[in-house]
């Protein structure tokens, strides 16, 4: 709602997304010899209205579906600028592209060309936080030619008055939980939030790892990746019903 929106700089939210995929590609710069070319053009544009948080993850998505769009490296540009009452941001990689028929549904919820290496869930995530703050997102790719996503939100037209939020009414209790992924950075960050949220977060970096930490009524709830080497999500979720049908 919009009440819990603040004015964002949007030139904020891109330096925050690459200090937090930087751990990612410096890696696969390390490990694979994986040359990476990083073009920023943030222009001074006018806040938005929005949710930090959100649009951060919506980026960081983006920036990480470019990196694997690029498996031999190239060139990530990062743009914003003004168009009138709106914000444009643009992501574009030198990838591999993709076709028209790909093109149209990769925003789908749980469509992914990446097999078990993927959730399909990374850039429906940032379409619903883009369509959220009443903004447009649209890419444009062909195979072999990289691909352009673009965000259009609008503007802040007006100041926002930070005021005490109002408390749920319904009660709130603090919750055990096993978080598991194998991307420590992902891990690390999801444990972090919890945490701070004040809920008793206990991290997994596999599928096996967990199923060797978790025992019935340890937990009171498990929060996992669906794409991780090994034993997946999906894997995962099923063994532990077995071992807790509750």
Request: glycine fraction near 8%; charged fraction near 25%; proline fraction near 6%.
């Amino acid at each position: 709602p919009d009440e819990q929106f603040v004015q964002v700089d949007v030139n904020q939210i891109a330096r925050d997304a690459i200090a937090i995929t930087r751990p990612r590609w410096e890696e696969k710069v390390a490990r694979e010899n994986w040359p990476l070319h990083l073009r920023l053009d943030l222009r001074s544009v006018e806040p938005i209205n929005g949710r930090p948080a959100a649009l951060t993850e919506a980026l960081t998505n983006l920036i990480l579906n470019a990196m694997d769009a690029m498996p031999q490296g190239g060139t990530l540009a990062i743009a914003t600028r003004r168009d009138g009452t709106r914000v444009v941001l643009t992501v574009g990689d030198t990838g591999v592209g993709m076709s028209e028929a790909v093109r149209q549904r990769i925003f789908e919820p749980f469509f992914s060309t990446k097999g078990e290496a993927g959730s399909g869930l990374g850039l429906s995530m940032a379409y619903s936080i883009v369509r959220r703050h009443n903004g447009e997102i649209r890419v444009e790719s062909e195979p072999g030619r990289g691909a352009t996503f673009t965000l259009s939100i609008p503007s802040a037209r007006e100041p926002i008055h930070t005021e005490t939020p109002v408390r749920p009414t319904t009660d709130r209790r603090a919750a055990r939980v096993l978080v598991v992924d194998d991307d420590p950075q992902v891990l690390a960050t999801l444990t972090e939030l919890l945490q701070s949220a004040g809920h008793a977060a206990t991290g997994a970096s596999s599928g096996q790892t967990a199923l060797a930490t978790f025992a019935p009524g340890r937990f009171d709830g498990v929060l996992t990746n669906v794409g991780m080497a090994g034993m997946n999500g999906w894997e995962l979720a099923d063994r532990l019903r077995k071992l807790d049908p509750t």
